[in-house]
């Protein structure tokens, strides 16, 4: 009775080997950290309409301001400062990319885990729905569906759910599909268990190594997802502005000079999503057995 | 029909079980437009019955792909049967409705292989727990003490309930399976192979389990095995079955001394045994010939082709599971010309 | 008697783990005399894949031969490079595993796979090549060899597979066959059947417990007579042996670690005999053609 370690520490202990992971996983809990906190942490409540002085609209990073505080990184036409404006959101873009992902993780796990489960039409026919719509592409459905639903951010969420939850059932339904011809599978069913709790208790845990892969992909994914919505006009309203309206109200000043007000909203998402995607690289290396030796 | 058979605890009557691979699309489609489609359906199971008595332990011998293992998924209510019925004190094992459930906690099931049979994220006190928790066997409050008095009855340490699979050897798990059967509280245990992926001595350490939980609590038992002498020892009536048939089936020792049946003559034969006593240490004869493909059975009587007695009629009429009953030990073969059961 | 093909020589192979040094093969010793059929048994865990990998020179990082020789007809093979290894293996010493399924190619035709491991070794022409196949196939007891050189391993049965493995390994007639578990994945019957290709069974029988020999001797005498407590409690656990019903004789408890062995005999802590002096590893002490390595040997009368 070797090895009373839990899975977890097995896994941290393999993932720290990996430096530019555990740089990454540091990026991405020191950004998530400073987006939880921005009330507290940013100089100025950017969403405060009241708070914003005109007159300090665009002005250069480093200008000091009339309230008496440092714009690090400028201001934009509104007046905001834009750090605090990154800030807010970040912390608006990853609340959304999480929610988005775990409703999408939850609805798309059950799917496919249910569908391999019974087998025969129920699954043909979750599967067959599935198929057709991993054959358009993630952006052009949030897009119709954004369009539909509204502004708003339970519209966005709804949309970036749709555009997703089937990549979580494709795979969901690949691991369970194998975990079904599992003994302890049939074991439950001799028992016999409800099919809630095998699908529940017995298969998707182990459906889970996975699922947590494609998990921090799409949770990335979403982030950007929500961006390039946002920069198209079909996110979140203009009062509350996520990092893609960000980057789409600076986008038009540019070319007259004033970078920053895109470049510094798109170097925080950049930074926040190839840092996911490091991680995940890292969790699916070592959650893949096929990959290792 | 048989007469004056004892009232049998588990009945099984006229059991089949097929397996046809799902059509893809292309070719349900290539059907609909009329061309023929091959379908490939496997006999796994043809028209089995026999019974269990209460107290008794069956086992059920044959090579791999004769479908034992899928009679006795059958049996425990993992497979709905094709055809026929299985049935615990007159009580269906699996419903046949739409989608056929097993509602019975009365028959219990073993795997062969334990590193496979337990849930590897699931701790061993909820592994055993689960089932009677689900069906009301047993409340929240008395679970420990429950699962506590069920790993003591297999051998293992009470602690062992908050560990995981992977913090034991085979034997190990393989007693945590037969604790989390047992706590169900079964008339009937199914055991299909559970000590064939174990090692000789691991080996004999479950069977004496089995022995020992067959004194203490009465179990009947459906003990399915490829190994003649695992069978031998644990068993009181063994049932011999070759290609999707029971051929022959009677007491133990009978069959062991006298099998009928070519086909348990000859699986008896092949078995190399240990001869102590004389100068030629091992003596064993293989059968000729290869098992045939279930998916296209010979016709008549699926033995024929190797069978040293066979005859025209063999190869054109099954026999039936009949016989000996003249004797009173229920020994029956499936035989046109059976031996005359000389030793 | 016939002169020593392989001699084995304190043959010792561990492997590197996280956990610490896996000791799988320690300090084995044994010979084999040409024509000889040797018999290595042993649980999971006793080491005797590993000696047959170690002799083949199979063993790769984490593991590695820390001690010992082993010599095919006097030339030492522990040392030599991976080319010189390959060039014998097959021609000199060839292996037949468990699994046929797992060493056949399944995309490959039989003869395709037969010519390719003639092809390694030898150059022979087309015509005499495919002789050559069919002649073994035969001899190995495929029908129809000359038909069914074409087909791919999955046209096969277990059986069959298992066939054209041996028939490979005999191809480029190697004076030393390992055969790992070879029976062990089939059925009953067909165990017979690949038995009686065989010819015979083994003619002296080697113990392996933890990664050490423990008890070696001619077959009849050590299956009749064990002087380990170890041989003697595997017989016990026979079911074939014992009066049906009954208990089997058990061994208590299992195997332990190979990385964390107890000290002394490692078979100590499931012994009915074992006492102070067990703490010291017992030497494989000889009598006659048996050996054993127990400080309390069972007695040379009793029967098991």
């Known amino acids: 009775m070797t090895e009373a370690s839990t899975p977890l520490a097995r896994f941290w202990d393999e993932f720290r080997h990996n430096t530019v992971a555990v740089i990454a996983l540091g990026v991405v809990i020191a950004i998530s950290i400073m987006a939880m906190a921005a009330p507290l942490i940013s100089p100025q409540n950017p969403y405060d309409l009241a708070n914003l002085v005109l007159m300090d609209a665009r002005r250069p990073p480093g200008f000091v301001g009339s309230k008496g505080f440092t714009h690090w990184l400028g201001t934009d036409a509104q007046g905001r400062d834009l750090l605090s404006a990154i800030l807010y959101g970040l912390r608006i873009s990853i609340q959304i990319g999480l929610i988005a992902g775990a409703i999408a993780f939850a609805l798309g796990a059950t799917l496919g885990a249910f569908a391999a489960f019974f087998g025969g039409r129920i699954e043909a026919l979750i599967m067959r729905i599935i198929d057709l719509q991993l054959s358009f592409p993630a952006i052009l459905l949030a897009l119709v569906l954004a369009a539909l639903l509204g502004q708003g951010k339970w519209p966005l969420i709804a949309a970036l759910v749709t555009a997703q939850y089937a990549y979580f059932a494709r795979t969901a339904h690949g691991a369970a599909s194998a975990e079904r011809s599992k003994d302890y599978v049939d074991a439950a069913l001799s028992t016999p268990l409800a099919a809630r709790r095998v699908v529940f208790r017995h298969i998707l845990p182990n459906c889970l190594p996975p699922l947590i892969v494609v998990?921090?992909?799409?949770?990335?994914?979403?982030?950007?997802?929500?961006?390039?919505?946002?920069?198209?006009?079909?996110?979140?309203?203009?009062?509350?502005?996520?990092?893609?309206?960000?980057?789409?109200?600076?986008?038009?000043?540019?070319?007259?000079g004033r970078y920053w007000i895109s470049i510094y909203p798109g170097v925080a998402l950049i930074v926040l999503i190839v840092a996911i995607n490091l991680v995940g690289d890292q969790v699916r290396d070592q959650l893949n057995p096929r990959l290792r030796r | 029909m048989t007469t004056a058979e004892p009232a049998m605890l588990v009945e099984v009557k006229a059991v089949s079980k097929r397996f046809t691979p799902q059509l893809s699309l292309g070719d349900r489609l290539a059907a609909l437009l009329g061309s023929p489609v091959e379908t490939r359906t496997v006999h796994a199971v043809d028209r089995v019955s026999f019974g269990l008595e209460q107290g008794e332990v069956l086992g059920l011998v044959g090579e791999s792909g004769c479908g034992k293992s899928t009679l006795g998924r059958v049996i425990a209510g993992i497979h709905p049967p094709s055809e026929g019925r299985a049935s615990i004190?007159?009580?269906?094992?699996?419903?046949?409705?739409?989608?056929?459930?097993?509602?019975?906690?009365?028959?219990?099931?073993?795997?062969?292989?334990?590193?496979?049979?337990?849930?590897?994220?699931?701790?061993?006190?909820?592994?055993?727990?689960?089932?009677?928790?689900?069906?009301?066997?047993?409340?929240?409050?008395?679970?420990?003490?429950?699962?506590?008095?069920?790993?003591?009855?297999?051998?293992?340490?009470?602690?062992?309930?908050?560990?995981?699979?992977?913090?034991?050897?085979?034997?190990?798990?393989?007693?945590?399976?037969?604790?989390?059967?047992?706590?169900?509280?079964?008339?009937?245990?199914?055991c299909d192979e559970p000590v064939a992926s174990l090692d000789v001595s691991i080996q004999a350490q479950i069977i004496n389990l089995f022995l020992k939980l067959r004194r203490d609590l009465g179990l009947t038992m459906l003990f399915i095995s490829h190994d003649l002498g695992v069978v031998r020892h644990?068993?009181?009536?063994?049932?011999?079955?070759?290609?999707?048939?029971?051929?022959?089936?009677?007491?133990?020792?009978?069959?062991?001394?006298?099998?009928?049946h070519p086909y348990t003559r000859a699986l008896l034969d092949s078995v190399p045994k240990l001869v102590t006593g004389s100068d030629e240490l091992v003596t064993f004869k293989p059968i000729q010939g290869e098992l045939p493909s279930p998916l296209s059975p010979p016709p008549g009587c699926h033995f024929h082709q190797r069978c040293p007695r066979a005859e025209a009629r063999c190869r054109s009429d099954a026999p039936q599971l009949a016989g000996g009953a003249d004797d009173g030990t229920g020994h029956r073969v499936s035989c046109h010309f059976p031996l005359a059961g000389e030793a | 008697m016939s002169p020593v093909l392989l001699d084995v020589n304190g043959l010792t192979t561990r492997f590197a783990t996280r956990a610490g040094s896996l000791h799988a093969v320690e300090d084995v010793s044994f010979t084999v005399a040409?024509?000889?059929?040797?018999?290595?048994?042993?649980?999971?865990?006793?080491?005797?894949?590993?000696?047959?990998?170690?002799?083949?020179?199979?063993?790769?990082?984490?593991?590695?031969?820390?001690?010992?020789?082993?010599?095919?007809?006097?030339?030492?093979?522990?040392?030599?490079?991976?080319?010189?290894?390959?060039?014998?293996?097959?021609?000199?010493?060839?292996m037949v595993f468990q699994d046929p399924s797992a060493t056949l190619n399944p995309v490959l035709t039989i003869e395709t796979q037969?010519?390719?491991?003639?092809?390694?070794?030898?150059?022979l022409g087309d015509a005499a090549a495919r002789a050559r196949c069919i002649e073994v196939l035969g001899a190995v007891g495929i029908p129809d060899a000359a038909r069914r050189i074409e087909a791919y391993p999955h046209q096969f049965s277990g059986g069959m597979r298992q066939r054209v493995a041996i028939a490979i390994a005999l191809l480029n007639r190697p004076k030393l066959i390992i055969c790992d578990e070879p029976t062990t994945a089939?059925?009953?019957?067909?165990?017979?059947?690949?038995?009686?290709?065989?010819?015979?069974?083994?003619?002296?029988l080697l113990v392996m417990y933890a990664g050490r020999l423990i008890e070696a001797g001619p077959i009849a005498e050590v299956l009749r007579q064990p002087r380990h407590p170890y041989t003697r409690g595997l017989l016990g656990s026979l079911p074939g042996i014992a009066r049906p019903g009954q208990d089997l004789v058990q061994i208590?408890?299992?195997?332990?670690?190979?990385?964390?062995?107890?000290?002394?005999?490692?078979?100590?802590?499931?012994c009915g005999f074992a006492d102070a002096l067990c703490a010291t590893m017992p030497a494989l002490n000889g009598e006659g053609a048996r050996s054993f390595r127990c400080h309390h040997p069972l007695a040379a009368e009793s029967a098991p």
């Open chain 1, 215 to 256: 998990a921090t992909v799409q949770v990335a994914n979403s982030i950007a997802l929500e961006a390039t919505l946002s920069f198209l006009g079909l996110g979140l309203p203009v009062t509350e502005p996520s990092l893609g309206m960000l980057i789409a109200n600076g986008f038009q000043y540019m070319l007259s």
């Open chain 2, 89 to 190: 004190a007159g009580e269906t094992v699996m419903g046949d409705g739409r989608t056929p459930l097993k509602r019975t906690t009365r028959i219990q099931m073993v795997f062969q292989d334990p590193f496979a049979s337990l849930d590897p994220r699931v701790r061993i006190g909820e592994t055993i727990s689960e089932g009677p928790l689900a069906h009301g066997l047993v409340s929240r409050s008395d679970a420990p003490a429950y699962v506590a008095r069920w790993l003591t009855a297999v051998g293992l340490p009470v602690e062992a309930a908050e560990r995981f699979p992977h913090q034991f050897s085979g034997g190990q798990r393989q007693r945590v399976a037969i604790a989390r059967a047992l706590a169900m509280q079964p008339d009937v245990l199914v």
């Open chain 2, 234 to 260: 644990l068993c009181d009536r063994v049932a011999i079955m070759y290609l999707g048939r029971i051929v022959e089936i009677g007491p133990a020792a009978e069959i062991f001394a006298a099998p009928r």
């Open chain 3, 34 to 94: 040409e024509g000889e059929i040797i018999g290595l048994v042993g649980e999971s865990g006793s080491g005797k894949s590993v000696t047959g990998f170690s002799i083949l020179g199979l063993i790769d990082p984490p593991g590695r031969i820390v001690a010992g020789s082993v010599k095919l007809n006097g030339r030492e093979l522990v040392g030599l490079s991976h080319a010189a290894l390959r060039s014998m293996r097959g021609r000199e010493i060839a």
């Open chain 3, 114 to 123: 037969m010519r390719l491991a003639i092809a390694a070794h030898e150059n």
């Open chain 3, 186 to 204: 089939l059925d009953v019957s067909i165990q017979a059947q690949i038995l009686t290709e065989m010819k015979s069974l083994a003619a002296r």
């Open chain 3, 252 to 270: 208590p408890g299992a195997m332990p670690s190979l990385i964390d062995l107890p000290q002394g005999c490692a078979f100590q802590p499931r």
